[in-house]
Every structure is written in C-alpha cells, then in structure tokens.
C-alpha cells in the first residue's frame, strides 16, 4: 500500500488499507498509511480520524504526529498543529524537519521568537536545512537582529545561489 501511495496509486492503496483496518482496526501501521493516502487525496476528515486512531495506539509514533500536524495545516488550523509538532519533537527531538515545519507555522503566525528558535534547533540538527535558514534570515529581519539575518541570507546563497529570496531579505536589510 505504501508503494502504491508514494507512486502515486491513491486509490489502489487506499483499497488496500481500508480493507486492512475493516479486518483489522487496531493494525496502527496501516491506519497510518491510510491516514496518509487520504491526506494525499485531500480527504483530511478520514486522514484525521486514521491518524489520530493510530495515535491512539502508538502515543510514541512521531512519524503519526508529524502527518496529523500535516493535516491540521491543511485544514488551516495553526495552533493544533503547531502542538502536534511539539509532541512529535519531544519524541523525536533530533529531526530537523520537524524544527523547520515547527517555525514556518510560528512564522506565518507572527511569532517570530519562537520561530527563529525552531529554525535554529534545526540548523543544529542538520546545517543543510535552507528552509530553516531562509526562514531564520526573516525572523532575524523581523526581530531587528540584522546582522544575524545578514548570516542567515549569506548562507542560503552559498547553499542555493539561484535562490531570489536571500537576496530579497539582503536588500531589504538597513546598509
């Protein structure tokens, strides 16, 4: 099921996992992959209902959380899944994707403190996270902290020179 899913086979997959979880409801595997495919077919009720079942039986399965908070973005509701990230990172707290999704949601909502602390919890984690970067250069930005997001900006470019979004951020900086 979960090949089918990543090549794209929505409903073949989903056949399957349906099938799984009638036979067998507390299969946490594939309430998850299911959970997944119906997040994938922008089925978020169903995802919701399958991911936090899957939680349910594996409150330590960060993978689940970090889907669940997938689907709370899509639904647009912020707060949720900026709480279900933190829950996925005192799990899991050496994943750097989890730190950098966990400041894009505290940046889009205006909360650049918390932000620029998530985008560099996961610059430690992995310095090759642009994202986390770029993101930090703008927190800095918005935080007065120039020459830091000055840093921040300078390595993006050095990272992704075809990149137009570190060079806004530096022109936009006081000289």
């Known amino acids: ?3 089918l899913r990543t090549s794209g086979e929505l409903a073949q997959a989903r056949a399957i996992c349906e099938k799984l979880t009638a036979k067998h409801p507390d299969y946490m ?4 992959t299911l959970g997944l495919i119906c997040a994938d077919m922008r089925d978020y009720p169903q ?3 399958c991911l936090i079942r899957a939680i349910m039986l594996n409150p330590r399965h960060w993978q689940a959380y970090t889907a669940l908070s997938g689907v709370y ?13 933190e829950q996925a990172a005192k799990i899991n707290p050496e994943d750097a994707g989890i730190f950098t999704t966990l400041g894009e949601i505290y940046r889009n ?10 985008f560099r919890k996961a610059l430690l984690l992995d310095r090759a996270q642009w994202a986390a970067e770029i993101g930090l250069a703008d927190c800095c930005v918005q935080l007065g902290e120039f020459a830091a ?3 921040a900006a ?3 470019v050095k990272q992704r020179p075809h990149s137009i979004r570190p060079f806004y951020l530096l022109t936009s900086l006081p000289a």
Not at 73 to 85: C, N
């Open 1 to 3: 099921a979960e090949k």
């Open 29 to 32: 595997m594939a309430l998850h």
């Open 47 to 49: 995802a919701l209902g």
């Open 73 to 85: 973005l899509a639904m647009g509701a912020l707060e949720i899944a900026a709480q279900t990230l």
């Open 109 to 118: 909502q205006r909360e650049y403190e918390l932000a620029a602390e998530a």
């Open 149 to 151: 997001a000055a840093a």
């Open 154 to 156: 300078r390595n993006v």
